[in-house]
């Protein structure tokens, strides 16, 4: 599992809270990537970091945000939950550059 | 931006049977192209991946093929059986620095007994 963990697996909340996930890595991996996954979109890029402090957009970022303050842990952030962010979320890591991606075990979140 | 499309987006065949799933992307530049299996409820899981110096990957029973000049690669499961149903997706990105993967919309495989 390449050592990755996300908090909380579930969560059920209402539109207009802010929310934080967690992604919580071991093994000390430069790259993470939080995705979203939706039926028949696929898995999206919302944002990604390429090291401490160093953080990026992907295709579906607006709504969110995120930070990495250690290695181990990227959090994303949805400042005022709505209900279009329903959706399974998974973090991802690449050891290094060229290296294999891989995925934590995801995170249900429904917004009502 | 990269655009990946997949399919099909279903598919059923009789065990023993092959399959295969097709992919096509934008970009030409990118150069890195790996196929992840989805179980129900589970994580991505990555299965093969293709680099573009490279025109065929094969492991086991699981290829891919890759054609540049087209930007299409191609995933094939030769003798399948039951356990390789699944939700199967493609991505493509450039496989230098951050790894920003563009995912097909995914193909649902069903292996019949």
Known sequence: ?112 | GENVEQHPSTLSVQEGDSAVIKCTYSDSASNYFPWYKQELGKRPQLIIDIRSNVGEKKDQRIAVTLNKTAKHFSLHITETQPEDSAVYFCAASLIQGAQKLVFGQGTRLTINP
């Open chain 1, 1 to 112: 599992d390449a050592g990755i963990t996300q908090s909380p697996r579930h969560k059920v909340t209402e539109t207009g809270t802010p929310v934080t996930l967690r992604c919580h890595q071991t093994e000390n991996h430069r790259y993470m990537y939080w995705y979203r996954q939706d039926p028949g979109h696929g898995l999206r890029l919302i944002h990604y970091s390429y090291g401490v402090k160093d953080t990026d957009k992907g295709e579906v970022s607006d709504g969110y945000s995120v930070s990495r303050s250690k290695t181990e842990d990227f959090l994303l952030t949805l400042e005022s939950a709505t209900s279009s962010q329903t959706s399974v979320y998974f973090c991802a890591i690449t050891a290094s550059s060229g290296g294999e991606q891989f995925f934590g075990p995801g995170t249900r979140l429904t917004v009502l």
